[in-house]
């Protein structure tokens, strides 16, 4: 069993997130429930090891400390370690870069972390469009392509852990209730595919394939995403043959001996 002194650790560093990068020792005392004696002994040896950080700031012509903790340069270290020792990065970086001079489109590709998807590649478009992705950032499993096409592939059991979960609406396609998700991982899992519109940024649209590992399961997926004028739906065959190659390409290399399932 994990630690208590350890958990309560790990639990004060998930909240810091994009949405709220930074944090007083009143709001954390007040969201975690720890007495503010204890916390402050938990942000002292975070911020001696550099796992936090205080910035000085300028307060009355004085450089003074900031009442404001943010995440520090150790977990940029430990982040950089932790996304070069995944191997399927190494596998798929360069038949992500061959997809993306294929389409021209941003290539991405993501990983199966509890009931969310991380972004852990990410191959530019040569033309920029404003994506709510970029390495490092998470969509739940139901939203999105890219992360729904591997909640298509689990357990039912799975599939209900993330549904009971909160369920926010990111933009206008962001699907909400069960009906709507359980159609489009039913989609998924019989077409290959899964197709985005406006789910987590207004506008944009992503198609994604599966990826299987070495053991027949599903816990990446790789996509294309841009602006809707670049992806309509009424060409989406157009787009699926190449995805489902790359997908397979990368599958194989990872151990999935059989032959992949959609696509010729």
Same mark, same amino acid.
């Given at each position: 069993?994990?630690?208590?002194?350890?958990?309560?650790?790990?639990?004060?560093?998930?909240?810091?997130?994009?949405?709220?990068?930074?944090?007083?020792?009143?709001?954390?005392?007040?969201?975690?429930?720890?007495?503010?004696?204890?916390?402050?002994?938990?942000?002292?040896?975070?911020?001696?090891?550099?796992v936090?950080?205080?910035?000085?700031?300028?307060?009355?012509?004085?450089?003074?400390?900031?009442?404001?903790?943010?995440?520090g340069?150790?977990?940029?270290?430990?982040?950089?370690?932790?996304?070069?020792?995944?191997?399927?990065?190494?596998?798929?970086?360069?038949?992500?870069?061959m997809?993306?001079?294929?389409?021209?489109?941003?290539?991405?590709?993501?990983?199966?972390?509890?009931?969310?998807? $991380?972004?852990? &590649? /990410?191959?530019?478009?040569?033309?920029?469009? *404003?994506?709510? @992705?970029?390495?490092?950032?998470? !969509?739940? +499993?139901?939203?999105?392509?890219?992360?729904?096409?591997?909640?298509?592939?689990?357990?039912?059991?799975?599939?209900?852990?993330?549904?009971?979960?909160?369920?926010?609406?990111?933009?206008?396609?962001?699907?909400?209730?069960?009906?709507?998700?359980?159609?489009?991982?039913?989609?998924?899992?019989?077409?290959?595919?899964?197709?985005?519109?406006?789910?987590?940024?207004?506008?944009?649209i992503?198609?994604?394939?599966?990826?299987?590992?070495?053991?027949?399961?599903?816990?990446?997926?790789?996509?294309?995403?841009g602006?809707?004028?670049? $992806?309509?739906? &009424? /060409?989406?065959?157009?787009?699926?043959?190449? *995805?489902?190659? @790359?997908?397979?390409?990368?599958? !194989?290399? +990872?151990?999935?001996?059989?032959?992949?399932?959609?696509?010729?």
């Amino acid at each position: 069993m994990m630690s208590k002194t350890i958990e309560k650790g790990i639990n004060i560093l998930t909240l810091f997130t994009e949405e709220k990068p930074s944090w007083r020792l009143d709001e954390l005392a007040h969201e975690t429930d720890i007495p503010k004696p204890t916390l402050l002994r938990f942000l002292k040896t975070f911020t001696e090891l550099g796992v936090l950080k205080r910035p000085y700031i300028q307060s009355g012509g004085q450089l003074v400390l900031s009442d404001h903790y943010f995440l520090g340069h150790k977990l940029i270290e430990l982040g950089a370690i932790a996304a070069n020792s995944i191997e399927i990065r190494s596998l798929a970086i360069p038949h992500m870069k061959m997809l993306q001079q294929k389409f021209d489109l941003a290539v991405q590709l993501i990983v199966m972390d509890d009931t969310d998807g $991380l972004y852990i &590649e /990410k191959i530019e478009s040569l033309k920029p469009v *404003l994506l709510y @992705t970029r390495v490092g950032r998470r !969509a739940p +499993l139901y939203a999105g392509a890219c992360s729904r096409i591997i909640l298509s592939f689990q357990s039912e059991e799975k599939i209900q852990e993330v549904l009971q979960k909160t369920r926010k609406k990111y933009a206008s396609g962001t699907p909400v209730t069960d009906e709507e998700i359980y159609e489009l991982i039913e989609f998924g899992k019989n077409n290959g595919y899964a197709y985005s519109v406006s789910e987590l940024e207004e506008g944009t649209i992503s198609i994604a394939v599966p990826i299987f590992n070495s053991n027949r399961e599903v816990e990446y997926s790789i996509s294309i995403a841009g602006i809707d004028s670049l $992806l309509p739906k &009424e /060409k989406v065959n157009g787009f699926l043959e190449g *995805l489902w190659a @790359t997908a397979a390409s990368i599958s !194989a290399e +990872l151990g999935y001996s059989l032959p992949y399932p959609y696509g010729v």
